[in-house]
C-alpha cells in the first residue's frame, strides 16, 4: 500500500488545500493529513480544531486520515510508515521554501521523497493567511472553504 503525507497548519483548511488532498488521494492508497502544532506560527485556532476542520473537510473521502502531530515530519513519516511528502505550489514564491524544505526532509531521510501537487487554478490564490485577515474584518470566506468547515468556523465564534 502507497501511503503520503501531507502536513501542514491547516489554520484554517481551504479549498486549495482539500484541492490538493483529492488530487493526492487519486494517485495514492492512503493520504494522511497532518496537522501540525505549529506554535511558532501561533495558529488562529487550536490545533484539536484544525484537526477537526480537516476531517469535516476531508470525510467524503474513504482513504483519507487526519492525524495531529508534534514532532519533526520526518520521524510522523517514519512512525506512519511512509516515504512520500506532498506539499502543494501554488505560485514560483512557494517552490523555494517548498523545496529547502524538501531537500532538509530528505537530508535527515535519504528515503524520503517530496512530491510536489499544484491546486487547480480556481483554487491557487487561496492561502489560510487569507482567510485569517477575512475572518479578523468580518469579510465573506464562504468561498474559499468548504461549507462543513464554515458552518464550524461560525459555531466556535
Given at each position: ?70 514532532t519533526l515530519l520526518v520521524d510522523f513519516a517514519k ?79
Open positions: 500500500m502507497k501511503r503520503a503525507i501531507y502536513s501542514g497548519t491547516f489554520d484554517p483548511i481551504t479549498l486549495g488545500h482539500t484541492d490538493i488532498i483529492k488530487r493526492a488521494c487519486k494517485i495514492f492508497d492512503e493520504v494522511i493529513v497532518a496537522v501540525a502544532l505549529s506554535t511558532s506560527k501561533k495558529p488562529m485556532f487550536s490545533l484539536e480544531q484544525r484537526v477537526e476542520m480537516a476531517k469535516l473537510s476531508t470525510k467524503k473521502l474513504s482513504n483519507v486520515k487526519v492525524i495531529g502531530f508534534d512512525e506512519h510508515e511512509s516515504d512520500i511528502i506532498i506539499r502543494g505550489l501554488r505560485a514560483v514564491s512557494d517552490f523555494e521554501y517548498e523545496l529547502q524544505m524538501g531537500y532538509a526532509n530528505s537530508s535527515i531521510n535519504p528515503n524520503l521523497e517530496t512530491i510536489y501537487l499544484m491546486p487547480n487554478l480556481q483554487h491557487s490564490f487561496i492561502s489560510s493567511s487569507i482567510v485569517r485577515t477575512l475572518l479578523n474584518f468580518g469579510g465573506k470566506i464562504e468561498h474559499l472553504i468548504t461549507p462543513e468547515v464554515h458552518r464550524y468556523i461560525k459555531e466556535i465564534s
